[in-house]
């Protein structure tokens, strides 16, 4: 998808200033929480406490993401025996209750904790607050040419499919989800989908 049907919003030196002073911020506040709950982390993730991954960005480039591991290490190289039980379309991988979470990596990833290392993608300029959920290069080369729409931009943290209930319903949901979040990009509603997304874990956390 070319740079005319994507919102150009998307393209401003208003998101990206925003993305970068938010990124700042949130690092300013969360590092040293996590360097003083270092030890606790380790003690019950283990070491390497940072998963890296290569994923697809802006322009098709590869990229390396961070997050927080909550997984067995070699994890990824069990998706194949688990395929059966994904719960995302075919090529994308998702499992419910997934046996590979360690200890309370389950807790972090279902309240986004393991995501907030991405502030420092954002600050390197691979990713946005908002846009499409960067996939896995095995994911991304298996989709058809009709899903380049999502590398006219940078990838994001959250997007509308993200934040969706139903979001693997199949690929056509998916697909609305992502063009519609690309349709529709602007400052305002940047920070209704981040509202919207802390909304979620604070509803989560509720009795």
């Known amino acids: 998808m070319s740079q005319y049907l994507v919102n150009p919003y998307y393209f401003s030196v208003q998101k990206r200033l925003f993305d970068i002073f938010f990124a700042l911020l949130g690092l300013i506040i969360l590092v040293p929480i996590f360097i003083l709950a270092y030890p ?77 290392p991405q502030l420092l993608n954002i600050l390197k300029n691979d990713m946005s607050f908002v846009g499409p959920r960067p996939l896995p290069i095995n994911e991304a080369i298996q989709l058809p040419s009709s899903w380049d729409f999502r590398y006219a931009v940078r990838p994001g943290i959250l997007s509308k499919w993200a934040l969706a209930p139903n979001r693997y319903d199949s690929l056509k949901t998916w697909k609305k989800l992502e063009k519609e979040t690309l349709k529709s990009g602007s400052l305002t509603k940047d920070i209704k989908l981040i509202i919207k997304a802390i909304a979620q874990i604070i509803f989560k956390i509720s009795p």
């Not at 390497?48 to 909550?70: D, E």
């Not at 994890?75 to 590979?100: G, T």
């Open 40 to 116: 606790l982390f380790t003690f019950f993730l283990g070491r390497p406490f940072f998963f890296k991954q290569k994923r697809m960005g802006k322009n098709k480039k590869h990229f390396v993401l961070y997050k927080i591991r909550t997984m067995k290490i070699g994890s990824e190289n069990q998706q194949d025996e688990l395929r059966n039980v994904s719960s995302a379309p075919y090529p994308m991988f998702k499992v419910k209750n997934d046996p590979r979470f360690i200890s309370i990596g389950k807790l972090f990833s279902n309240f986004g904790v393991d995501e907030l």
